[in-house]
């Protein structure tokens, strides 16, 4: 049997994302060879811990609660009680691993970035630990120069074929049902261009504030928290050319992340918007004058043949009107008559679906065009249940030694270098951090950066 230990074993990631997904592989009955080894500082021993889990793994997994499903994860559950930041406890670890004969690993650190290294050096002292997998978790750094560091400290321990960066969007089902649907669909791959889509837009407004997550968000924000990593992961998907195969994919992205207009021809007024919602320097443990952002609003060019002089609209933010991720394809009007445009609109979450919008003359005597509208939700299908969830599908994506479905060294460079360049000519543009208030859809001034080219948000 593998160990696939758990740094960060009593975190909300854990007890949220990790055991329900380990729940629904077992209760789907697949085959299951691993040892879950949970590390954790706090006293409990491998029956308490299970006991704390089952709450979550009923209000968490996608599958519903059974008790001698659960029984059956528990089986493979052992609660390890160390300091993670102790470098001599880590010779327990390896003592722990070999009484139980455990020589393959897969290390999630489920923690902070500033423990990556702490751990990665304590794993020195573990036999066989530096040929395993580790799975980490996104920040990616705090900036280009912290990410250049931290992706050092873990490639001087673990092979880089060894590092599996997660990042759960790529996880999500409409989020890998965009290549589908555009390249299984001749009616969209054909016209997937800038001669036929007048813009795209990118949103994932969010609902609710930061709420105990102040320390770590007033020192990234909106655009290190979301677009960064998240949103242009989409933007690479929605924008790529035909990956030849699952293991293109990533080169794919790559060269169209390449291709988006350097920072420095970029007008920057019109092209980034940050905002804050009021009351967020109210928030605990945010700075009583931070001036991070809470909200993002960008319009991006991809300087290729394909993309050339259509726009990429992307906005995410906290405390909006709703929550939801939703990418709106706007193809082009008619140039012989006057009508609305289709709308193509891939819905992420809270729902997923497909929502088409075209013409169709108004029934009577009348050559008045109206919009008729199709919406497709997969929610609603009868095998949403058997539909895998992000991190269920990403943790089996590990242990399959599936790289496709995670994030890569060079990608997360070139984005972090990409928003980088933004930010500081946003600042040496002195401009403004917009209010906007808490439920709205956000700052007037993200508006306007459409308006100014005769789009707005759909």
Request: aromatic residues 14%; hydrophobic residues 40%.
């Amino acid at each position: 049997m593998q160990a696939f230990t758990i740094f960060g074993g009593t975190g909300d990631l854990t007890f949220r994302k990790l055991l329900p997904a380990f729940y629904n592989m077992v209760a789907s009955g697949d085959s299951f060879s691993y040892q879950i080894v949970i590390i954790g500082r706090r006293p409990y021993t491998t029956e308490k811990y299970c006991e704390i889990a089952r709450d979550w793994v009923k209000d968490f997994a996608r599958l519903d609660y059974d008790e001698e499903k659960f029984q059956k994860l528990t089986s493979y559950i052992d609660y390890y009680h160390m300091d993670f930041t102790v470098q001599d406890d880590y010779s327990g670890l390896d003592a722990y691993y070999k009484k139980r004969d455990l020589k393959k690993h897969i290390f999630y650190f489920a923690v902070a970035p500033r423990f990556f290294s702490v751990i990665a050096h304590g794993l020195t002292k573990v036999e066989n630990a530096c040929h395993g997998k580790v799975i980490i978790e996104k920040p990616f750094g705090e900036d280009l120069a912290s990410a250049h560091e931290l992706n050092k400290q873990l490639e001087s321990f673990f092979s880089p074929e060894g590092i599996f960066r997660i990042d759960h969007y790529l996880g999500k089902e409409m989020v890998r049902n965009i290549q589908t649907i555009r390249f299984s669909n001749p009616i969209f791959s054909n016209l997937w261009n800038s001669h036929y889509i007048e813009c795209v837009q990118i949103s994932a407004p969010e609902d609710l504030g930061i709420g105990t997550r102040g320390g770590y968000y007033d020192a990234s924000g909106a655009l290190r928290d979301m677009v960064q990593n998240h949103l242009f992961q989409i933007l690479s998907i929605i924008a790529m050319e035909w990956p030849e195969s699952p293991e293109k994919l990533f080169d794919a992205q790559i060269r169209v992340l390449r291709s988006l207009r350097p920072a420095k021809d970029v007008d920057i007024k019109n092209s980034l918007v940050l905002g804050q919602y009021e009351g967020y320097q109210n928030e605990k443990l945010v700075k009583p004058n931070s001036n991070t952002e809470t909200f993002a609003a960008l319009r991006l060019f991809i300087d290729n043949e394909r993309w050339w002089g259509t726009p990429f609209y992307i906005r995410t933010g906290k405390k909006l009107s709703q929550r939801e991720i939703k990418i709106a394809i706007i193809f082009r009007t008619s140039f012989l008559q006057k009508a609305a445009p289709n709308i193509l609109i891939i819905k992420v979450q809270p729902s997923e679906g497909v929502y088409l919008q075209f013409n169709i003359k108004k029934p009577g005597d009348t050559d008045d065009i109206v919009q008729a509208k199709m919406d497709f939700s997969q929610s609603d299908c009868i095998n949403r249940l058997n539909t895998p969830e992000a991190y269920e599908r990403l943790l089996k994506a590990c242990m399959n030694d599936n790289r496709s479905w995670f994030s890569r060294w060079e990608q997360i460079e070139l984005c972090w270098k990409y928003i980088n360049e933004l930010v500081e000519k946003f600042h040496a543009a002195n401009l403004p951090v917009a209010k906007y208030a808490p439920g709205s859809q956000g700052p007037k001034e993200s508006d306007n950066l459409l308006e100014a080219a005769g789009h707005k948000w759909i």
